[in-house]
Each structure stands twice: as structure tokens, then as C-alpha cells.
């Protein structure tokens, strides 16, 4: 069992930074794969971002590469979202999720947080 606590979401104007943190306790923290989802309003669940086991590969969604970085820090059992120049099109709830595969569908991450909205501003 892995238990995910995401924070830092908020309200940022258009062209701002957020930092997004996802913390992880119970079974070991090195196992997993970690991702960042996202859902917004009427919208289905989408792929964020995905950091491998070791932190040595990352991957991104086309719609958040070059302004999106997933990095992860074992020693305190934290993934984060670092978000710059973020859009008001990034306006959603965003949900970390663990998974032992190494996948970007939804389906294959077993275990996820609460979710942290973001709200951007135009």
C-alpha cells in the first residue's frame, strides 16, 4: 500500500511558476514509477509527466514540454511538478500516481492521491 499527499496547488496568473509536491509513505518509494495526471472540467483524466524509478528518464505530454520538469527526491519521498509559464489551458485538478510499470496510461498506476487544483489566470 502507498499512500500519496499532493500540495501546492493554487492560483497563478498566466506566465507564472507553481511547484507542485507529492508526498509518498508506506511500501518503498524507490519502487515506483511516479506520475503527474491532470483533469479538468468536463474533461477525461490526461497524462502529465512520468520520472522513472532511479529519476534517470523523464517523460512529458506534448502539451507541457519545455515549461513542465517531474524530479523526484528519495530521501525525503517526494516527487514534484516544477510549472513555468504555465497557461490558463493548464487549469485543473492535478493527481500523483505510482505505479510499478513504467507507463503513461492511467491504468497501469495503481495507487493515487487527492488531487491539488490549479487555477491559472488569464
Known amino acids: 500500500q502507498v499512500q500519496l499527499v499532493e500540495s501546492g496547488g493554487g492560483l497563478v496568473q498566466a506566465g507564472g511558476s507553481l511547484r507542485l509536491s507529492c508526498a509518498a509513505s508506506?511500501?518503498?518509494?524507490?519502487?515506483?514509477?511516479m506520475g503527474w495526471f491532470r483533469q479538468a472540467p468536463g474533461k477525461e483524466r490526461e497524462f502529465v509527466a512520468r520520472i522513472t524509478r532511479s529519476g534517470g528518464s523523464t517523460y512529458y505530454a506534448d502539451s507541457v514540454k519545455g515549461r513542465f520538469t517531474i524530479s523526484r527526491d528519495s530521501a525525503k519521498n517526494t516527487v514534484y511538478l516544477q510549472m513555468n509559464s504555465v497557461k490558463p489551458e493548464d487549469t485543473a485538478v492535478y493527481y500523483c500516481?505510482?505505479?510499478?510499470?513504467?507507463?503513461?496510461?492511467?491504468?497501469?498506476?495503481?495507487?493515487w492521491g487527492q488531487g491539488t487544483q490549479v487555477t491559472v489566470s488569464a
Open positions: 508506506g511500501r518503498t518509494f524507490s519502487s515506483y514509477t
Open positions: 500516481a505510482s505505479s510499478l510499470r513504467l507507463a503513461i496510461s492511467a491504468s497501469a498506476y495503481d495507487y
